[in-house]
């Protein structure tokens, strides 16, 4: 026994000794608060770049910077001046407004003054609309009339440039290899942008061209004046150096272009926009691209790219297919005069503005998880995003989760779907790889209501029922339900005032039902409880206001969705006035139950409305 207790003194000396030594602090063993996730990110960028690299390191830096560069200098479109004789045929040419003077001799004619200066005599049209005094449809000169004949400028065709971009009502051109995507975050763009470098890119957009119906006439100096006043309106980010120009097309379409540097802390972003106001339709070009800091590095020249894609963009004469039908208002609408085109400023404030960290209350509060295996996966996208090294991951997955480190976490997404595979488990954009919401066991939301900056919210799950936990959520700015049930209960609704946008879909996974799908194991859809339990509960979370009434007491909403085929009086409408969209589904577009609703509908019931769908007919369009 003296023995034993001899070795068992020997060893938790040892053990006290290698505590003390290694500096280990655990939350139990010294009866202190454990290094946040934020404290072991700040000591990774303290370490960045401090180990040695192997041999060949600085060779392989050299080639990758070299063969970047090469890439920039390789996509630049630059205006140029003149170019050799012959050959024109390969230039997209543009004119300025400033032109010259040309005094009419004996003999000319203006398909040979077009010769003379574009190498075309087909350009003489361009001298027509250029002069719109000259008698005869253009056609009657005489010696020593004076005409003015705009500066020719010219933009090298890409051979290697992948034309096509647009639809049949269009076409533009973009570099060889760049891709093409859609971005979450704003409706209606495009987005075209080299993958080697995701900072490098163009938004692009068609719209009807309802600004410019006749031309753009003198209305292009008033918009200057707006735009800077816009670019003087942003918070957080310097706009500078903002400038100005118009071209022409040879089809006679004006391009008008201007160039500004975004200045967000030490960050400075070339920015580029260009707009083309065709016959039918608008386009619109936001470029932009990070400038080296290194004065001697090769940036990419985004203003040439811009100017190019616009001046490559010719309309076709089809109908656009709209891939992507406004149904909000635009990004930083606010401190923006034009509904038809995106706040380019708002857009660059979104990208590089510097954002503060949000203050928390008892950020040092530990926080508890009802799901295990939900809090399994919070640490997992936890010790992503403060990109963890394998030893502060363990060190973190032995402790508490404190409340300051839930703090990033503004987006939810729990979907389930018919298809194996295919269930969406997603929190802030990063997605769980062959995650099922199987795997979360969420069998409460309370789960959710504990992350303090919670935003938006998107829940097609089965497992758990108890929506009115998220009235707990004051953040919560835009939520998206379908329930395993028909909800009925939302009062919780009016707990949250910044609530801006809202999807009810009110029936029971009617796709889901359609489709006759119960998942193997724990049903997260028909079936979630027995008929017994439920009569034994009572009804599910009913209250005594109806739906119509609490819709119209959240009048911070601006969007809302609702799938219902229940027959409901949509006055509640009118008590909305931010309401800019109402999306009506649940019916078959062709059955005489949409026609009647679609015909409950008049032009000037509901006047702020903007965009509002019926059972997929599109009632007003803002497009």
């Known amino acids: 026994m003296e023995k034993n207790r001899i070795y068992r003194s020997f060893w938790l000396c040892m053990l006290g000794i290698v505590i003390a030594g290694s500096g280990i602090s655990h939350p139990v063993w010294a009866g202190e608060k454990a290094r946040t996730v934020m404290d072991m990110a700040k000591e990774n960028e303290k370490e960045e770049g401090t180990e040695e690299g192997g041999p060949g390191d600085e060779d392989a830096d050299w080639l990758g910077k070299w063969a970047a560069e090469e890439d920039m200098r390789n996509q630049r479109y630059p205006l140029l001046e003149d170019i050799e004789e012959g050959g024109k045929e390969d230039y997209i040419f543009l004119l300025s407004p400033e032109a010259g003077v040309y005094r009419i001799k004996e003999g000319d004619t203006l398909w040979k003054i077009a010769q003379e200066y574009y190498d075309k005599g087909e350009a003489c049209d361009i001298l027509k609309r250029q002069n719109p005094e000259i008698p005869g449809d253009g056609g009657l000169i005489f010696p020593g009339m004076e005409i003015s004949v705009p500066k020719v400028h010219y933009i090298e065709k890409q051979k290697d440039s992948r034309g096509g971009f647009g639809s049949t009502a269009c076409t533009y051109d973009v570099p060889a290899d760049w891709i093409a995507g859609r971005p979450e975050w704003e409706v209606c763009l495009e987005y075209s942008y080299w993958p080697e470098f995701a900072d490098v890119g163009v938004y692009t957009h068609v719209t009807e061209n309802r600004m410019f119906s006749d031309d753009v006439g003198n209305e292009w100096e008033e918009m200057q004046k707006q735009i800077a006043d816009s670019a003087e309106q942003a918070k957080g980010i310097d706009f500078r150096e903002l400038e100005f120009s118009r071209y022409i097309k040879e089809d006679g379409t004006d391009l008008l272009f201007y160039t500004f540097i975004c200045q967000a802390g030490e960050e400075r972003v070339k920015c580029a926009v260009a707009y083309v106001p065709g016959e039918e339709y608008l386009i619109e070009f936001i470029g932009y691209s990070p400038i080296p800091e290194d004065e001697n590095t090769q940036g990419y020249q985004i203003e040439e790219i811009t100017r190019y894609m616009a001046a490559s963009y010719v309309e076709e004469g089809g ?23 995106h706040n380019p400023f708002a857009i660059m404030e979104r990208k590089y503005g510097i954002k503060e960290d949000p203050v928390l209350k008892g950020e040092d509060r530990e926080v508890e998880f009802v799901s295990k295996e939900w809090e399994r996966i919070i640490r997992s996208k936890i010790s992503f995003h403060y990109n963890l090294t394998r030893e502060q991951e363990k060190e973190f997955m032995e402790r508490p989760i404190y409340a300051s480190e839930l703090a990033w976490i503004t987006e939810v997404v729990l979907v389930e779907s018919p298809i194996p595979g295919r269930d969406q488990v997603a929190v802030n954009n990063i997605t769980t790889v062959d995650g099922s919401c199987a795997d979360c066991n969420l069998t409460t939301f309370r789960d959710l209501a504990v992350l303090p900056n919670l935003e938006k919210v998107t829940l097609e799950i089965g497992s758990a029922d108890d929506y009115e936990v998220l009235g707990e959520c004051p953040s919560l700015k835009e939520i998206s339900i379908t329930s395993a049930r028909p909800v009925t209960n939302l009062k919780w609704l009016l707990n949250l005032k910044e609530l801006d946008s809202l999807t009810l879909n009110l029936s029971m996974f009617p796709h889901l039902n359609e489709l006759g799908y119960e998942k193997e194991g724990a049903s997260t859809f028909g079936g979630v409880k027995e008929k017994e339990e439920e009569d034994a509960e009572g009804d599910f979370g009913e209250t005594s206001e109806s739906i119509e009434e609490i819709l119209a007491q959240c009048t911070s909403l601006k969007y809302l969705r609702l799938e219902t085929t229940d027959a409901m009086d949509f006055s509640f409408l009118d008590e909305l006035p931010k309401l800019y969209t109402f999306y009506l589904e649940g019916e078959d577009s062709e059955s005489e139950a949409a026609r009647q609703r679609c015909a409950g509908f008049g032009e000037e019931d509901y006047g702020q409305i903007q965009c509002l769908v019926v059972d997929g007919v599109w009632l007003r369009n803002p497009e």
């Open 319 to 341: 109908e656009k297919v709209w891939n992507s039908l406004k149904y909000r208002p635009y990004l930083g609408y606010e401190s923006w005069p034009y509904e038809d085109l």
